[in-house]
């Protein structure tokens, strides 16, 4: 119930193109869904969120896509660039569990130049 | 600069020792938080704490503790007890703990068992 699972665990894509990642949820009670970007050594950084009474929120190249009804969102990177080469987690947050986020496993993202 | 420091960067502990790491904030967050990352598993909750002198367990409380005397320090000791501690340790903070609040992770500490 607490889980987030998170696809696909590692992406190459050429610079230019769309990177998109998925994550799959079981309890209907997350309401709170970021997603965090971690270069090799350092901890990982808000990327962005976006709560369950949107479908979609977008910020500069970079977009969650929101499906309720599937219990399910993504990040799409538009015009991938080498330096968008990280990892990517998804997470969820839920009152019932203390607020505590859960995270996905994680995708490594390598864009080629 | 506001931010969490973790220190030190890189530790290795022998079988049998006791290790501490040290993270501290100057964000004037209430909630600190500690997670381990292990390749492939994401980050998961070691233990969390809302409020000076209150911490709670993660998920993975066992073979770890924590105290929490001042505001902006949350140390994670790491115990013999910890059956296999090599590991990405991140502490992170936050304002509050309510849902929706950004999480601020610090650079990490890698502790090697040797």
């Known amino acids: 119930q607490q889980q987030v699972k998170q696809s696909p665990q590692s992406l190459i894509v050429q610079k230019g193109g769309i990177s998109i990642i998925n994550c799959a949820y079981e309890?209907?009670?997350?309401?709170?869904f970021p997603w965090y970007q971690q270069f090799p050594g350092k901890g990982p950084a808000l990327l962005i969120a976006?709560?369950?009474?949107?479908s979609e929120k977008k910020e500069g190249r970079f977009t969650i896509s929101f499906n309720k009804s599937a219990k399910q969102f993504s990040l799409h990177i538009m015009d991938s660039q080498p330096g968008d080469s990280a990892t990517y987690f998804c997470?969820?947050?839920?009152?019932?569990?203390?607020?505590?986020?859960?995270f996905g496993a994680g995708t490594i993202l390598r864009v080629k130049s | 600069d506001g931010g969490i420091t973790q220190s030190p960067k890189y530790l290795f502990r022998k079988e049998g020792q006791n290790v501490t790491l040290s993270c501290e904030q100057n964000?004037?967050?209430?909630?600190m938080y500690w997670y381990r990352q292990d390749p492939g598993q994401g980050l998961r909750l070691i233990y969390y704490?809302?409020?000076?002198?209150?911490?709670q367990k993660g998920d993975i409380a066992e073979g770890y503790s924590v105290s929490r005397e001042k505001k902006e320090s949350f140390p994670l000791t790491v115990t013999s007890a910890q059956k296999n501690p090599t590991a990405f340790y991140l502490c992170?903070?936050?304002?509050?703990?309510?849902?929706?609040?950004?999480?601020?992770f610090g650079e990490g500490s890698w502790l090697t068992v040797v």
């Open positions: 704490s809302q409020i000076v002198n209150d911490f």
């Open positions: 992170a903070s936050s304002r509050t703990q309510f849902s929706g609040n950004t999480i601020y």
């Open positions: 997470a969820a947050s839920t009152m019932e569990y203390g607020n505590k986020l859960v």
């Open positions: 976006i709560r369950p009474d949107v």
């Open positions: 309890n209907t009670a997350f309401d709170y």
């Open positions: 964000l004037n967050h209430d909630a």
